[in-house]
């Protein structure tokens, strides 16, 4: 449930950041918030690429800029790059030498922050108020937390989804490499109508699939949509069950009680003869996971069931020893955001029958907990204040 799903995400927070052995001043926190609603990370990284004018550079300037470029005060650090790379996406006009040169003519959208910038800003908030003295609570601060809860910003979206049902999941075997079933290629299909019909732009959208066939087909449905071909990755094939690939859990027992036995047992350490475990698929998972995380366009990724429990368990920061048992159900995307406060889970369940997908909307914060406590401990502080939106988070 939501509650103990907060809880837990509160205790691994926790957990990840530690604790600073001074307490956080008020300033810091406003500031963070500040670089939170001005759409900057701390330390100064970059996380939005805004070009507002097209920019002229004639030659002799653009030459002066590659060799020298700290003689030129660029608004966005992001532009450099642009320059110093083999623009295909920027035009220039044609003529003599001391023709300028326009790049980019369009000024770029937004993009989101990362899933791992919003992390660290995340983390580090988190832990301000965790050391914070709350009956000394400046009541900017609570006025700049609920106005930036009230307008919460999230991150770019990482979509997960298994494969398609297979012959396989037909007469429970678990493992092989068999191709989609009929139901299997229906869900494909409404896949790729769910982004195709959908009021989100997709055209930059990451695609990534195992090296089993039955990703590579449900993936292949969606070759209109996004960013060039899926990327095939190793690293999130499904878990290797050894001996026991391409049989039923009834056959396994019959065969290998004692391996039955075991695995029952404890199915988070259980390793198959000849294959891996929940902990060694984590293991494996987690560089690919960490990579995804830092993209500032949407990700999709087809995978398979225990692969996208251990996913699952990353995303939302879960107790390792619940991986085996979370529900990852077929014919379902899910749909991960982070914000500042926690993150927003959208499941989209498909209906094969009428072809359409229902959807389901889970929010997990650390906010609302910090605010109550205010509210316990002086309810006539948080009771006078106003919500209002600073000019910061003009957005």
């Known amino acids: 449930d939501l509650i103990s799903s907060e809880e837990k995400f509160n205790e691994t927070t926790s957990h990840q950041i530690g604790k600073d052995s001074q307490d956080p001043s008020f300033e810091e926190v406003l500031d963070l918030i500040s670089q939170m609603t001005a759409h900057q990370s701390p330390n100064e990284e970059e996380i939005y690429l805004k070009i507002e004018e097209p920019i002229a550079l004639d030659s002799k300037q653009e030459a002066s800029l590659q060799s020298s470029p700290e003689d030129f005060i660029i608004k966005d650090k992001f532009l450099l790059t642009d320059l110093n ?29 990362s899933h791992a910038a919003m992390k660290k800003l995340s983390h580090r908030l988190s832990l301000m108020l965790q050391n914070s003295d709350l009956e000394k609570i ?40 068999s191709l989609l079933s009929a139901k299997g290629k229906k869900y494909a299909e409404g896949l790729r109508k769910f982004f195709q019909e959908s009021q ?45 690939d391409s049989m039923t859990y009834e056959q396994i027992e019959e065969k290998f009680p004692e391996e039955f036995k075991l695995r ?21 998972l987690k560089p690919f996971l960490e990579e995804i995380e830092e993209s500032q366009t949407p990700v999709l990724v087809i995978s398979h069931q225990a692969t996208l429990r251990c996913a699952y368990d990353h995303m939302k920061g879960l107790k390792t020893e ?19 406060f926690g993150y927003r889970e959208t499941i989209y369940k498909y209906d094969t029958e009428k072809g359409t997908f229902g959807k389901e ?25 106003h919500i209002r939106m600073p000019d910061l988070i003009q957005t």
């Open 322 to 340: 619940e991986i085996p048992y979370i529900q990852v159900p077929l014919h379902s995307l899910v749909k991960f955001e982070r914000s500042i």
């Open 200 to 244: 989100e732009k997709f055209d930059d959208l990451q695609k990534y699939c195992s090296t089993l066939k039955r990703t590579q087909q449900t993936i292949g449905y969606l070759s209109e949509v996004g960013a060039g071909e899926p990327i095939i990755r190793p690293e999130i094939d499904e878990i290797n069950a050894g001996i026991c």
């Open 264 to 284: 029952k047992k404890d199915k988070l350490n259980y390793r198959y003869p000849e294959g891996e475990s929940y902990i060694d698929l984590k293991a494996r």
């Open 85 to 113: 790379s083999n623009s295909a996406n920027s035009e220039s006009t044609e003529g003599s030498e001391g023709s300028p040169k326009k790049l980019p003519s369009k000024a770029p959208q937004k993009t989101l922050l």
């Open 138 to 177: 400046d009541e900017e601060v609570i006025n700049s937390l609920k106005s930036l809860k009230q307008n919460e910003v999230y991150s770019t979206p990482i979509y997960f989804s298994r494969h398609g049902q297979s012959i396989y999941n037909t007469k429970e075997l678990i493992g092989g490499d």
């Open 361 to 385: 909307v889970h929010k997990v914060n650390f906010i609302d907990s910090f605010l109550e406590q205010i509210e316990a401990i002086s309810p006539s502080k948080s009771a006078g204040l």
